[in-house]
């Protein structure tokens, strides 16, 4: 079975520029979250999805959105790009959200890097 | 504040030896989970074992194990028989619920392990 796919794997862009990435969940998880990982951290949450709606969001600037579709796919959505924008960006499914008694799966993530 | 620990940044072990990674986690709700990520090099994050905040007995699976102290809100993971390909980024994590209808995981600042042959 697929894991969590992302694309792109890596991406450069400018500042000020607006940047799509996409994830695709474990075939039957219907909530996708995603996280930035700043070099030498731990991931930090900025979104949850489920059921096509954003049900929690993180302590990130409205620059940041995110939707997902029916299919249970996700994109994130950054504009105004800053050089701290820098960083890992994972997605994760789950099955369901609300849970704390599963693992979120990860993506192999979307690295992406601002000049 | 919820938050998790890690204390060792780095970490080195003799391969085919026995590890330990510590982490110490804090939170408010009886309602938890604990996990541990392994991210190599790579970047993926890839996931190794669960506990839940209400089993009473430590969590196993193949060479990792979780030493789970409730009272004293740790949960290390213990890695038996070292190998080279353990050489990564290890992060300890706890999801928990953030509202009424949504969860997060909340990750440590992770410790790097070295595995010398």
């Known amino acids: 079975d697929a894991g969590v796919t992302q694309s792109p794997t890596h991406l450069i862009k400018t500042r000020g520029q607006h940047v799509t990435l996409r994830c695709s969940p474990i075939s039957g998880h219907k909530s996708v979250s995603w996280y930035q990982q700043v070099l030498g951290q731990g991931p930090q949450f900025i979104f949850q999805?489920?059921?096509?709606?954003?049900?929690g969001r993180g302590n990130f600037p409205d620059r940041f959105s995110a939707r997902q579709f029916p299919n249970y796919s996700s994109e994130l959505n950054v504009n105004a790009l800053l050089l701290g924008d820098s960083a890992l960006y994972l997605c994760?499914?789950?099955?369901?959200?609300?849970?704390?008694?599963?693992?979120?799966?990860f993506g192999d993530g979307t690295r992406l890097s601002i000049l | 504040a919820q938050k998790i620990t890690q204390t060792q940044p780095g970490m080195f072990v003799q391969e085919k030896e026995a590890v330990t990674l510590d982490c110490t986690y804090d939170?408010?709700?009886?309602?938890?989970?604990l996990f541990w990520y392994k991210q190599p090099s790579s970047g993926e994050m890839i996931f190794l074992i669960y506990?839940?905040?209400?089993?009473?007995q430590n969590a196993t699976e193949g060479r990792y194990s979780l030493n789970f102290q409730k009272a004293r809100k740790s949960a290390n993971l213990v890695i038996s028989a070292s190998q080279l390909g353990d050489s990564a980024m290890y992060f300890c994590a706890m999801r928990v619920l953030a509202g009424s209808s949504y969860d997060k995981v909340i990750f440590g600042p992770g410790t790097s392990l070295s595995v010398i042959p």
């Open positions: 939170t408010s709700d009886p309602s938890y989970g």
């Open positions: 506990q839940g905040s209400y089993d009473q």
């Open positions: 994760a499914s789950s099955g369901t959200a609300g849970q704390f008694n599963q693992p979120q799966h």
């Open positions: 999805y489920y059921e096509k709606e954003e049900r």
